[in-house]
């Protein structure tokens, strides 16, 4: 990999930044550097991206003020309803550096698919105001739009929940919360089920990958991330799309994702994608694999022992 994409990731600083933890080992030294780990992890870019042209008319826009926020503070999403009414709808959660502006383009390829879409920027992302970001307040915000979404399409089986990238780990946080409610109370999850695509197994291995790093990354940094310590607590269908020219997240984190969790379940590799075109160049399959997703039984409908899972590049267009 180059160092000039090492650099555009900022993953390289990881190592050195761990290892200043690991020596300096003082309360304000630390929290200073927790915030400097932050700011590597999100590289939140200001203002609209280069490629945005504004908003479709249809969407609508809105703010969430819970009571839990401080003064300021907000959350700015969009809701994209389908032409068809009572269409399937999907909680967008979208990952690091570029804001919702950022997003459209993939947005726009779910919406062309039929589903209508709730997408939300995370406190200091875009025109949603707050502090620098952390594991702890993307996961809360994520939950404050799941709370919108459930009111925008009150039926379960309409449901899904979609994260691309660090949003995977997101989507992942959000899906194992609402699967082990509803397993506790011996019922099926609220949501369809779960796509989540170009996303990895924790930071840690992400960031090790990347740096190409021997120190114990996993041990020292803050903000964790570990979707594969909670993957098969979703209990809900689930759907991960990796591209296999992905240089940012390698796929083989989307395969152990797979393998992780239970059924039912799919893996979608995509030939020649990126990070951040498998929707596009998957084409038919991307479609077929939600079609299929929507129509999957629920972990509570399956009887017998685990089938067998579908597995393999299936990315033709």
Known sequence: MSSRLLARLGLRWFPLLC?????????????????????????IEPGTASWYSGLPRDVQEFELKPASFKSGQNIHGWWWPAAQKNAPAVLYLHGVRWNLTGQLFRIEQLHALGFSVLA?????????????????SVYEDARIAWERFKVLQPDPNKRLIYGHSLGGAVAVDLAAELGKQAADNHMPAPVRGLVIESTFTSLADAATAVANTSLPVRWLLSQKFDSIDKIADIHMPLLVVHGLDDRYVPPRFSEALFKAAQEPKRLLLVPGASHNNSMSLAGRSYRQALDNLMKSKTPAQVAGPARASSTGPTGDS
């Open 120 to 136: 939300i920027d995370y406190r200091g992302f875009g025109q949603s105001h707050g502090d620098l970001p952390s594991e702890t």
């Open 19 to 43: 290892m200043a933890v690991l020596i300096i080992g003082l309360p304000v030294g630390c929290a200073v550097l927790q915030h400097k780990e932050r700011e590597l992890v999100f590289r």
